[in-house]
């Protein structure tokens, strides 16, 4: 792309992509740093940011390598930034040099970065002169080629120690768009139709889906507005399924959606059967997002701002015959959409949120009526997050039994993982899944 012909200049971006990351490093999700982006230039920023995120070990690295103590933050982001876009020129969003002079351009003009421009100047130069043995000292360090941190990768080989590599390459690629089809509305079938008539390609991504070969804005999707189709992870679209196929009352099941929010999960579950469904959220603020997913579905659930750990508090009594419990985690499976989670978690942040699903397990159970269903879940590839997890559930409860599940789900790119024969055959994100139920006395 010819920076020149752009209306944004690409170093006033390159600023924006240095706070970000700033950001991040300082514990900011990047959902929530790109949403001080200023609007006209969020695309292109994010863009660029997921790219940085993507190579951000390798460019640490070579920082390193530049300059042996760390300079101020905002210019550590900004170098960093650059050498993350630049470091493999056959990848690079721009050419490599107009990159460099866009970056000292970016640390002239900022009060921030202003003293260190000359610094910044002199690293990206020598960066230019020496880049390939630059590069090539990088491949010594695990974390420059793998771009996690070096407990992630521990971390991964211990769980896979045939699989991590696997693993860690598909989580620096970009992930499908995938839509849930409104089973209620119509089909995968006829969506693919409908959407070949418009001009758009898919394939179909199990019974529910269809993923785009392009991605796409939601509102230039056929019948996104009227609640046809939901974007939704192909891996995400197996919890309705799972926890309410072969589950018959005389009654309209009463079922429990326990951390509902945004409202995908919630929302399938409705399309998928006729049943009466409690959703909770310990944020109110993200209950209104379940609200807003309700809404443009035509759909309608009890939402309840509440802690699921604490029944107590927003419980009527009555028992459950179904609890989704799509347990807060590490979000370990979906760095391919969020690439900013590998640089946010710690180590120990691990052992706390087994605690905190440990803690919802044992006071959600309770709630499930004999011969009823839980459908434990997460977003995470890491064992102590799921079947590690199950196994100390069932040693304590002896009435709970495991229902045949996919356990984990590996992220993947063009192929089917480790799941249930019925597995869909397409790129998923990395998931867990157990189905329990309660034995009848």
């Not at 006729?274 to 209950?287: K, T």
């Not at 984990?408 to 329990?436: M, Q, R, V």
Request: proline share 6%; with cysteine; hydrophobic share 45%.
């Amino acid at each position: 792309m010819d920076v020149n012909e752009q209306k944004i200049p690409l170093w006033r971006q390159l600023q924006e992509v240095a706070s970000v990351l700033q950001s991040i490093r300082s514990g900011v999700s990047g959902t929530a740093a790109l949403a001080e982006v200023p609007a006209d230039l969020r695309p292109g920023v994010q863009s660029l940011t997921f790219h940085v995120l993507r190579s951000l070990g390798r460019a640490e690295s070579l920082r390193q390598q530049l300059a042996s103590r760390s300079p101020p933050p905002p210019a550590d982001a900004l170098l960093c930034t650059a050498l993350a876009l630049a470091w493999h020129e056959e990848d690079a969003p721009y050419e490599v040099f107009t990159l460099v002079n866009q970056a000292v351009e970016a640390a002239k003009r900022s009060a921030e970065t202003q003293a260190q421009a000359s610094f910044i100047n002199a690293c990206l130069r020598r960066f230019l002169r020496e880049r390939e043995a630059l590069v090539a000292h990088t491949e010594k360090n695990p974390v420059a080629v793998w771009n996690h941190p070096k407990w992630w990768i521990s971390r991964l080989q211990k769980d896979w120690p045939t699989r991590w590599q696997a693993i860690l390459a598909a989580n620096n690629r970009h992930a499908p768009m995938t839509l849930r089809v409104n089973i209620r509305r119509t089909n995968v079938s006829n969506y693919l139709q409908t959407l070949q008539d418009t001009g758009l390609s898919a394939t179909a991504a199990g019974n529910w889906g269809v993923t785009l070969v392009q991605p796409k804005p939601v509102n230039d999707l056929p019948g996104f507005s009227d609640g046809v189709v939901s974007v939704q992870d192909a891996s995400a679209q197996l919890a309705a399924p799972l926890l309410l196929s072969g589950l018959t009352s005389a009654m309209p099941l009463r079922v429990l959606d326990a951390c509902a929010a945004p409202g995908g999960k919630t929302a399938h579950l409705l399309e998928f059967a006729d049943c009466q469904v409690s959703a909770l959220d310990v944020d109110p603020i993200r209950c209104e997002k379940i609200h807003q997913t309700l809404q443009r579905l035509g759909l309608q659930a009890q939402v309840l701002a509440a802690d699921a750990g604490n029944p107590a508090a927003w419980w009527d009594g009555q028992l459950f015959d179904a609890v989704l419990l799509d347990a807060p985690c590490s979000a370990s499976g979906i760095v391919r959409r969020h690439p900013d989670v590998r640089w946010l978690r710690r180590e120990s942040d691990i052992a706390q949120l087994g605690a905190i699903q440990a803690r919802l397990l044992k006071s959600l159970w309770p709630l499930v009526k004999p011969g009823g269903r839980l459908l434990y879940c997460t977003c995470s590839v890491f064992r102590a997050e799921g079947e590690d997890q199950i196994k100390t559930f069932l040693k304590h409860n002896t009435e709970a039994a495991l229902l045949p599940s996919p356990g984990h789900l590996i992220p993947i790119n063009g192929a089917s993982g480790d799941a249930t024969p019925d597995n869909l055959a397409c790129d998923h994100d990395g998931f867990y899944y157990a189905l329990l139920e309660k034995r009848t006395a």
